[in-house]
């Protein structure tokens, strides 16, 4: 297996532009997770899955952030419109349990100028 | 409030040398705990975990950790660094939040092994 899969690796954009980030999840893994991770907050968890469900959203920063699971192979993170605030490196992870092992993509280096 | 604490922001140790990285938890109920590293440019690796049974857990690349319940902790280990030890360490405690179980992630412990 690949591993978890995010794309694209960097993303550099102007203030007010929409961003997608995209994450392949380890095929079998019923847990999707998103997490934000900067110098001034450590790593975050933005929201997470199960079986292409939203179950726990509470970490979303605000309305300008969406994130969706189509189907269990693939999963956006929607920053629209994005800030320079935004700025920070963005994880996916995957798990069989929710409070198991979880396999975290290489992640994107979110630049908003 | 259920939390995840890692004292030293930053660990130095010559190589060869035995190393410890602190973690410190409050949570209600039985501890879930994890180590997690993280090298440069990467995501999060899983070094180890403790659910239940020895209170020493072995992982990844000859790091242990010791549970200890009466102090809180689970401190990560490794009786002889390596230079190629040096990496961004976190420790992680399942918590129960809004109704859902999910990891609480520690600020980190950046290490660094000097030759």
């Known amino acids: ?113 | 409030a259920q939390s995840v604490a890692q004292p030293e922001d930053q660990v130095n140790v010559a190589e060869g040398n035995p190393l410890t990285v602190k973690c410190t938890y409050s949570v209600s109920g039985n501890p879930y705990l994890f180590w997690y590293v993280q090298y440069p440019n990467r995501g999060l690796q899983f070094l180890l975990k403790y659910i239940t049974g020895d209170n020493l857990v072995k992982g990844s690349y000859g790091f242990e950790a010791e549970f200890n319940k009466s102090q809180t902790s689970f401190h990560l280990k490794k009786p002889s660094a390596l230079v190629s030890d040096s990496a961004l360490y976190f420790c992680a405690v399942r918590a129960l939040s809004g109704g859902y179980n999910k990891l609480i992630f520690g600020a980190g412990t950046r290490l660094a092994v000097h030759p």
């Open chain 1, 1 to 113: 297996d690949a591993g978890v899969i995010q794309s694209p690796r960097h993303e550099v954009t102007e203030m007010g532009q929409e961003v997608t980030l995209r994450c392949k999840p380890i095929s079998g893994h019923d847990y999707l997770f998103w997490y934000r991770q900067t110098m001034m907050r450590g790593l975050e968890l933005l929201i997470y899955f199960n079986n292409n469900v939203p179950i726990d959203d509470s970490g979303m920063p605000e309305d300008r952030f969406s994130a969706k699971m189509p189907n269990a192979s693939f999963s956006t993170l929607k920053i629209q419109p994005s800030e320079p605030r935004d700025s920070a490196v963005y994880f996916c992870a995957s798990s069989l349990l929710v409070d198991g092992e979880q396999f975290f993509g290489p992640g994107t280096r979110l630049t908003v100028l």
